[in-house]
C-alpha cells in the first residue's frame, strides 16, 4: 500500500488528512515505529488513531495521560481483592503456601492495564497514548522501554513480550517539553489547523448533508475566526459542532439572521473573554466577508 | 519549480548523499544521530524517492522532532537538496571502503573522509563544521544579514560563570518554597494512614494497599523576558550572561530575546558548549540592538508561550528600560493579561540604578501597577542582591 491510498481510505472513513501527516503515517506503519503528533488542541490528533483503528479494522486501545499517572495505572495491576479472597478460600481448605502462591501470581489474578493488553492482543492494535505531555517525566522515561523493545517485565511472572506489534501513535500539546530519548524513537508531525480546502473536505465527509453554500460559509467563517485574537482558537470539532448547530436551526446562510449566528456562536468560542470580543457587529462582519 | 540540485557524476551515491544530508543537518543545530540516517535510508525506500516532495515529507517526519525544527526543515531542505541557498560545494569522489553498507555509520563516513581533500557528504570533526574546499558551508538563510550583531563578543565566559552563580542563587531562593501540608503520592516518604485505612474497607479489614503522602515542593519557575533593543546595548553583557548562565544552572527556566520581535531562545542556550549557545543566539536576535517595541512583545508573550509555559508557580523577569515605541495601553493590557495566568511579575531596570531616576516613561509607567518587584540591576552584583526579595514574594 503506498501513502496515496492510505490517503483515500482515510478519506473514506471520513478522516482527511494532510500530504505530510500521510506520509508520516505511512512511515510509521511500514517501519513500526512509533508516531508522535504535536499540534493546537483539536486538530484531530486523537480523531487520527482512532480513524486508524477503523480502517485497519482493529482494537483502539487508549492510554490517557495525566499527572501522577503511574506504571500500576498505565501497565498492569494485581487483583489484590481476588487474591485475599483465594487466601482466605485455600487457608479454609488447608492448602499450603506454596501452591496457593503460584496459584494467586498467574495471569488469572493479573488486570491489564493498556500498555499490557496492547501487547498482548492477536491483531496488532492501535494505541493511542493520548496527551503525553501531561504525564510524569519518570512515566515518559518508563515508556521508552515499552516503545523500542515492545515488552513488559512483571517481577512474579517473568517478561511478556508483545505477540504482535501494536501501533502507537502519541498525542501531545506542547504543554512541557518532551525528552528527546522520547522524541528521537518516534516519527514526528506537526499537525496544524486545516487549510480552506482541506477543512471543507472534512466538513463534507463529516455532514454529508450540509449544502455546498453553507458549508463554504461556515469554513470561511471559522477560518477568519482563527485570524482574530482569541484566547481560545476553535479547532475542527468546535466547526463540526457549529455546522451541526446551524443545521439543526435550519440556518441556510450565515448573514440572514445575525441574532441566531451570536446564539450558535457559544459551539466556537469557549471563554467569556472571546465571546465578549466577537461581538455581534463583528460576527456579522466576518460573516460578510465570509460569504 | 524544479531546482533539483546536481550532484557531480562521480558523487558515491544516494546513501552519501543522505549523510551529507544529516550533516547538513546537524551543521544547522538538528540533534540527529547515526540511527536516524538509517532510518532516512530506510524511509526512502518505502515512498518514491524521486518525487522531491514525497522525499521532503518523509525526511521531515524522520528529521523533525518539534514544531521550531518542522518549520526549519523545509528552508534546511531546500538549501540541500533544492539548490537554493547553496554556497558552492563540489563533491569530491570518495574511495567506496566496504560497499553500500559505510555509509549507514557516520564514523565510517567520517574516516572516509579522513584522507580526501574535504567533501560535503560527510561530517568531518567533533564541531560539526561541514568542510568543502575552503568556500564555506551550507546556510539555510537565503540572505545573509551582515548588521548581525555576534553575541560572542559581547559575552565573556567568566561572566557567564559567574552569572550562573547568581542564576543559582535566584533559583534557589525561588524555588525553595516549602508546603506544610502533605498531599497523597503513590512514592511519598510516609505512611497516609486514614486513606489506607478506608482503603482497607474493600478488603475486609487488611490493609493491602498502603496510601503513602509526601510534602511536595512548590519550586517557581523562572521566565525571563530580556530586551536587547538599541538602548538595553550597553546593559546586553550583564543580561546575556544571566540568562546564560539562569539556563545552565535551572533546566525548568525559560528566556526569551525581544525587540521589535520576540523570540524563544531556551532550546539555543541549553546547548552544552556556553560560546556555541551564545553564537546560536546570535543567529536568532537578528535584529538586536534595533527598535523596541515591548508592550507587542509581551502581548504576543502572553498570547503564545505564555498559554504554555505560564501558570501560577511562575516568576516572570523583564529584563528591560520601558523605552517602548508602542502606545502605553498596549503594555497596560499585555501585562493584565499576563496577570491572569497567576504569575508574578519581576520588572529589573537598569536605569533604576541611577540617581534620580524616575519611570516617567510612557510605558514604564503604565507597566509599574502589574508588578510585584520593580528593581534595578547594572551589575552581576544588584542581581546577586535581589535573592532575599525574591524569596518573600
Redesign the interface.
Known sequence: MTWTDLQTDLAADGYVASDDLTVALHLALTLERPLLLEGAAGVGKTQLAAGLAALRDTRLIRLQCYEGLDAAQAIYEWNYQRQLLTIRAAAEDGETGKSVEARIFSRDFLLERPLLAAITQDTPPVLLIDEIDRADEEFEAYLLEILSEFQITIPELGTVTATTTPIVILTSNGTRDLSDALRRRCLYAYVDYPDRATELAILNARCPGIEARLGAQIVGFVQKLREEELEKVPGIAETLDFAAALMGLGIADLTSDPAALQHTLSTLLKTQSDRAHITPEVAGRIAGRAA | MSRVSRFAARDPGPAARVSGFMAHLRDNGL?L?V??TE?AL??LC???ASQP??SR??L???C????EE?EQFDALFDSFWMDAGRVKQKIVQTPPSKGDDSVHSSRDAKGEDAGGSGSANAPDGGDGEAESDGEGRLIATEVRNLMRKDLRDLVRPEDIAEAEQVARRLGAALRDHRSRRRIA??KGDRLHFRKTIRASL???G?P??LVRKYRPDRPQKIVALCDVSGSMTVYAQVFLAFLAGLMRSDPTADAYLFHTRLVRITEALRDKDTMRAIGRMSLMADGFGGGSEIGPSIARFA?TYAK?FVDGRSVVLILSDGYDTAPPAVMDAALADLRKRGCKIIWLNPLKGWRDYAPVADGMAAALPHLDLFRAANTLADLAALDREVASL
Open positions: 540533534r544521530g540511527a536516524e532510518l530506510e524511509a518505502q515512498i518514491d516532495a514525497q515529507r518523509a521531515k517526519a524522520i523533525t522532532g518539534c514544531k518542522a503520592a503513590r474493600a478488603t475486609g487488611e493491602l494497599r498570547k504554555r
